[in-house]
């Protein structure tokens, strides 16, 4: 299915640029990846981004949990991905649906270092994202099937920053919900920027969850700006006016968007004359407070 390549991708972008800081941060953490159905793929390319980063693991303690059903063919399919990787690296492969990460985490001794999870599958209880939760710091990634916002229930479980974006095939399959939560500005920042640099001919567009439209964007390093014109002026709407800088912060936490295209949208918005600023002159910076126009709708954002 084309979402799982999407999703491999993701996951590959975020270990990239997780696990030097990781190892930087403290001399253990922990990668857990946890699929209650389908390919476990993730999990093969997951060890062969850990193995490229053996030299960094010299006095350093990795633990790689893998969680999945299939009995002894997940075990077998990552043999040759783990006999590629240092001492340093322990895999664990339990057998089970991701409900039973809790314990395996805290048998893993997760809790107080850096971890990140992947849980793929399912309706993930409350207690297993607060498990998550407990790493420090902590960053999870979430797939579910598409069709409820988990935005609320990760916020819940203790993490500040969340995103959320549809994955919908062009094939007619079923979409998927992904979620990212972190209490990282540089982890949101990255996860936001691999969205939008994965492969574009991958049979894949994105969905704005928030967005009552629905509207299909495709994937591009520079994507359509109109649906996020539309959202930045509902968000003037609705909070009255708010400094780029909070601006840049809804649109990387509440859109599919990066921070970095809440500037380009609002100059655009700016030229048309849908929103102002105070001072009027000069640079946007963070400071500059953007207010809806007077008669300004969502009309002259498209």
Same mark, same amino acid.
């Given at each position: 299915?084309?979402?799982?390549?999407?999703?491999?991708?993701? &996951? +590959?972008?975020?270990?990239?640029?997780?696990?030097?800081?990781?190892?930087?941060? #403290?001399?253990?953490?922990?990668?857990?990846?946890?699929?209650?159905?389908?390919?476990?793929?993730?999990?093969?390319?997951?060890?062969?981004?850990?193995?490229?980063?053996?030299?960094?693991?010299?006095?350093?303690?990795?633990?790689?949990?893998?969680?999945?059903?299939?009995? $002894?063919?997940?075990?077998?399919?990552?043999?040759?991905?783990?006999?590629?990787?240092?001492?340093?690296?322990?895999?664990?492969?339990?057998?089970?649906?991701?409900?039973?990460?809790?314990?395996?985490?805290?048998?893993?001794?997760?809790?107080?270092?850096?971890?990140?999870?992947?849980?793929?599958?399912?309706?993930?209880?409350?207690? +297993?994202?607060?498990?998550?939760? #407990?790493?420090?710091?902590?960053? =999870?990634?979430?797939?579910?099937?598409?069709?409820?916002?988990?935005?609320?229930?990760?916020?819940?479980?203790?993490?500040?920053?969340?995103?959320?974006?549809? &994955?919908?095939?062009?094939?007619?399959?079923?979409? !998927? &919900?992904? #979620?990212?939560? $972190?209490?990282?500005?540089?982890?949101?920042? +990255?996860?936001?920027?691999?969205?939008?640099?994965?492969?574009?001919?991958?049979?894949?567009?994105?969905?704005?969850?928030?967005?009552?439209?629905?509207? =299909?964007?495709?994937?591009?390093?520079?994507?359509?700006?109109?649906?996020?014109? !539309?959202?930045?002026?509902?968000?003037?709407?609705?909070?009255?006016?708010?400094?780029? $800088?909070?601006?840049?912060?809804?649109?990387?936490?509440?859109?599919?968007?990066?921070?970095?295209?809440?500037?380009?949208?609002?100059?655009?918005? &700016?030229?048309?004359?849908?929103?102002?600023?105070?001072?009027?002159?000069? !640079?946007?910076?963070?400071?500059?407070?953007? #207010?809806?126009?007077?008669?300004?709708?969502?009309?002259?954002?498209?």
């Amino acid at each position: 299915m084309s979402t799982d390549a999407v999703l491999r991708e993701l &996951l +590959v972008r975020q270990l990239d640029h997780w696990l030097p800081g990781a190892l930087h941060r #403290s001399r253990r953490a922990t990668l857990a990846l946890a699929y209650a159905e389908g390919d476990a793929g993730g999990a093969e390319a997951a060890l062969l981004v850990v193995a490229e980063f053996a030299d960094r693991l010299r006095g350093r303690r990795l633990t790689v949990l893998v969680l999945g059903g299939g009995g $002894t063919e997940l075990p077998v399919r990552l043999g040759a991905a783990e006999a590629a990787l240092p001492a340093d690296v322990a895999v664990h492969v339990v057998p089970g649906a991701p409900d039973r990460l809790p314990v395996a985490l805290k048998a893993a001794g997760a809790a107080g270092a850096p971890l990140l999870a992947v849980i793929e599958g399912g309706d993930p209880d409350p207690g +297993v994202l607060a498990a998550v939760a #407990s790493g420090r710091p902590a960053e =999870l990634l979430l797939v579910t099937p598409a069709g409820r916002s988990l935005r609320g229930a990760l916020t819940d479980a203790g993490f500040p920053l969340v995103t959320e974006v549809e &994955l919908v095939p062009d094939d007619g399959g079923p979409a !998927r &919900l992904f #979620s990212y939560g $972190t209490g990282s500005d540089k982890g949101l920042e +990255v996860l936001k920027d691999a969205l939008w640099a994965v492969d574009e001919y991958a049979g894949v567009r994105y969905r704005d969850p928030a967005d009552p439209a629905g509207r =299909l964007l495709a994937i591009s390093l520079d994507p359509e700006p109109g649906p996020l014109r !539309r959202e930045l002026l509902a968000e003037l709407a609705r909070s009255g006016p708010r400094t780029v $800088t909070e601006l840049r912060r809804f649109a990387a936490t509440s859109t599919v968007y990066r921070a970095a295209d809440a500037n380009r949208a609002l100059a655009s918005l &700016l030229a048309a004359g849908a929103v102002t600023r105070d001072p009027e002159h000069g !640079r946007l910076g963070g400071d500059v407070v953007v #207010s809806a126009a007077p008669g300004g709708d969502a009309g002259s954002a498209a």
